[in-house]
């Protein structure tokens, strides 16, 4: 009998090769307006003091402190009111003894000024005003620098950058940020079955599910796909495509190909580039067995199996944390619960498998079931919540026994779990 | 004394009236290709079967099983190849009586063909094979609406969409999905003190903070932020700027305008409407208190305080949630963890407070701490964590005291945690 079998490799291994690839974005400039979950690539340091004038942080009256010592609700103080200042305004009086400038929030502080009495606390009549209580230095007026000093650190090298972020970093008045940029991600599906979505369906040819999978998919990652369309089966058009993507984008993520007999049509017709330094080609897992990664002058080569559902479950476990780290971001969804098996599952013994389940809650516990379908039905991902890991050298999970399942979508999207009970 | 405090309404009660509000976005059609995230709009049903042709799955030769009975290691049975059908091709020889025809994985059955014998148990000479292993009728044989029969529903209405769930639609070659739009919310910021970030600052004016962490907030709760600008005190031009936001949005947040005086100076202009359906006009809530909010014809209008810190947190707690849920987006980012606060934090009695805090681990344990600054501070949500909920009846919270804090970021982004020691 022929043996089709390639040699395995353990995905620790992959993983170990994929390390030492140094892929990293290019650092681009984007507006503040639009830089909502993007990652800051270096620390940002306030240019001016924020505020950059005392400004006054209660509607009221700005007076000398001392002046109103001793002012209290039965014996007020009062002083001569010589103007008034409007947030907004950029000239504001100066005042001597016994005198105040009515003052709105935010307004600049008058010189000479220290100290702001509430409007809640004084009674104006005509040009004089009535303080009912008396005020310390500072009070109520917030000093230059004082929220930002210039030079200081506002937001630190890779955070992802959440509104208040982006708030603080306009409070300076800087309108434009230095953010990594999206890795660009070439995604192509190769087979002479394939007709892209939308398109007139023979009797022999299917829908490429994979491209709008993983294009998608690429997105949720954080990078930026790169469509290459369906690629014949032809060493040419394959050659063709993959110089391409290389000429364009950081990464390269293939599916399918595996029509052709000892199913590397793709990864045999690639080795013709030359300098494609292959880093594996079959993976110890299942499914995603007869994954291929390579690499061409640093830029990694994804060669997914092309049943859907293993191409889209090999992304998640290979694809997806390396365009994360890469992207300089937080490493995945972080999204896994721990429940018990709800019925015995089977594994095949001597491969590390990856089994789509569903959760379902029986007694006010979740409960994890496997999938009703395998990895070649294309619904398998869309009808299960999450997976579970397999170790080799198990055969099965008992019933009962704890699983961390690795969920699809967080618990909060999946309908039908009661989760306050868990 | 003057007593410009207004009335404050509970928070619950102003829930029990947005509640009642009938905010919808229109359902639009997307593309697969960026639907990702997006809420379907309906049940998703096939409108084919899927595969529509009975496939071979697995590489090898098409047989009639019955023909293969009794072969084994020792005895193989011998049938003709009268063909070969790759993946994709249109066309499949009919096979008769121990003949069998060459298929690849995903290929066109040959009628009469029942069975797949897996390429790796089988031996091919010339025009005939000799097959090493039986196979049972249906073997590696994917059946016409195996995946999904025509008319079976694929993707239930208000599921968020994932790259499986865009695969499994993908499948049945529809490429437009139907999905609710995006919430139109206007943004803009009232006061004569702002300028737009990259502006020239003078003596008295800040920049317009909120505006662009309101944009970026809207978008981060699933919205389309449409920016109105900057606009200046004048009742005509902020009436002008909310006709122009009700004309063309499905909600309006406006901030600030609360520096002219008793703090009303946008609500009380915008009264002038007419129409406009105050539901409240003070909140028992800090910060946050001098938050309005009313409905135009059923069209929520939300007048947030000016203060950055105030503008964001009273959008976190009031404003975030309904767009999500107008938007049929789950009800938030779910990002709660429980700790112990790290010292007493102090609180005002007889208001319901949303008080900003960092996390800190001490000892292997994670302990909250309250905001070094206030809400007058630009810093302030920036350099904090989350925020935890204070209720009216409590002065403070205790040392070790339990509290539930709602995280601005999921803990993943959080430097400097080490999230196992939890």
């Known amino acids: 009998m022929k043996e089709l079998f390639y040699s395995v490799t353990p995905l620790e291994e992959l993983f170990v090769k994929l390390d030492k690839l140094d892929v990293s974005p290019p650092v681009v400039e984007v507006s503040v307006w639009d830089a909502l979950g ?7 340091r306030s240019p001016v003091n924020v505020p950059h004038f005392r400004r006054a942080a209660r509607d009221g009256y700005a007076v000398v402190a001392r002046d109103t010592f ?26 001597g003894d016994r005198a105040c400038v009515k003052v709105a929030t ?45 030079g200081a650190l506002v937001v630190e090298k890779g955070r992802v950058l959440a509104p208040q972020d982006i708030g603080a970093i306009a409070a300076t ?63 040419e058009l394959l050659l063709n495509a993959l110089r391409e993507a290389l000429a364009t984008c950081d990464v390269v993520v293939f599916s399918g190909g595996t029509s052709k007999g000892p199913g590397d049509a793709v990864p045999s017709a690639l080795r013709d580039l030359g300098d494609l330094d292959f880093m594996i080609h079959g993976l110890a897992m299942k499914p995603g067995k007869p994954t291929a990664v390579a690499s061409y002058k640093g830029k990694p080569v994804f060669m997914l199996p092309g049943y859907p559902t293993s ?28 429940a018990r098996a709800g019925v015995k599952i089977f594994s095949e013994e001597g ?24 990895s070649e ?46």
Chains 1, 2 share one sequence.
Request: proline content about 5%; charged content about 30%; glycine content about 10%.
């Open 38 to 44: 993007r990652v800051l690539a270096e620390d940002f």
């Open 70 to 95: 001793g002012a209290g609700e039965e014996k007020p103080v009062t002083l001569r009111v010589i103007g008034e200042v409007k947030a907004g305004d950029e000239r504001s009086p100066r005042i």
């Open 106 to 150: 935010g307004a600049l502080m008058p010189e000479g000024a220290d100290a702001v009495v509430m409007v809640e606390h004084a009674v104006e009549r005509e040009e004089y005003v009535d303080v009912y209580r008396a005020v310390t230095p500072g009070e109520n007026v917030v000093e230059e620098g004082r929220d930002i000093r210039r």
């Open 173 to 235: 008045g800087v309108d434009k940020v230095r953010v990594y940029g999206r890795l660009r991600v070439a995604v192509a599906s190769t087979g002479d079955e394939l007709v892209a979505p939308g398109g007139e369906l023979k009797p022999g040819k299917i829908y490429d599910v994979n491209s709008v999978t993983l294009v998608n998919a690429v997105r949720a990652s954080g990078g930026e796909a790169v469509y290459m369309g369906v690629i014949r089966d032809s060493r």
């Open 311 to 338: 191409a889209l479950l090999s992304y998640y476990v290979i694809v997806d944390p390396y365009i994360r780290k890469w992207s300089h971001l937080p490493p995945c969804e972080g999204m896994e619960v721990k």
């Open 351 to 374: 491969r590390l498998e990856f089994k789509p389940v569903r959760l379902k809650v029986e007694g006010g516990e979740v409960r994890v079931y496997p999938a009703y379908t395998g």
């Open 377 to 422: 039905a294309i619904t398998t991902l869309s009808l299960t919540h999450g997976y579970i890991e397999i170790k080799a050298s198990r055969s099965f999970i008992e019933q009962g026994e704890e699983v961390t399942v690795r969920l699809f979508r967080p618990l909060r999207e999946i309908r039908g779990l009661e989760e306050e009970s868990w």
